[in-house]
Nanobody, 117 residues
Framework: QVQLVESGGGLVQPGGSLRLSCAAS????????MSWVRQAPGKERELVAG????????TYSDSVKGRFTISRDNFNNTLYLQMNSLKPEDTAVYFC??????????WGQGTQVTVSS
């Protein structure tokens, strides 16, 4: 069955960086568009970034554009999110999922990112 396992979250100071990883198995990863979605307490889900199956095209929310980079390694079935210049408002649980969007698809269990001094 589809399995998505995120890692790389943690506590970081404002201005710092983190790299999230999502290990995929149980499906043909290289044929699926993928995305990162975040959920903060009391806030709506937000599509942070999405990437097409071949990795040649990606999209970002305005709130992270220029700071975050989504990428994928189709040989190793892994999705990444490089997060730079982190802000307290980036604090959330980050999920990787199949397809680009805030609903549908298969989801990982999430990884907590906390940006605080």
């Amino acid at each position: 069955q589809v399995q998505l396992v995120e890692s790389g979250g943690g506590l970081v100071q404002p201005g710092g960086s983190l790299r999230l990883s999502c290990a995929a198995s149980g499906f043909t990863f290289s044929t699926f568009a993928m995305s990162w979605v975040r959920q903060a307490p009391g806030k709506e889900r937000e599509l942070v970034a999405g990437i097409l199956s071949h990795g040649g095209s990606s999209t970002y929310s305005d709130s992270v554009k220029g700071r975050f980079t989504i990428s994928r390694d189709n040989f190793n079935n892994t999705l990444y999110l490089q997060m730079n210049s982190l802000k307290p408002e980036d604090t959330a649980v980050y999920f990787c999922k199949t397809f680009i969007g805030i609903t549908g698809g298969s989801w990982g269990q999430g990884t907590q990112v906390t940006v605080s001094s």
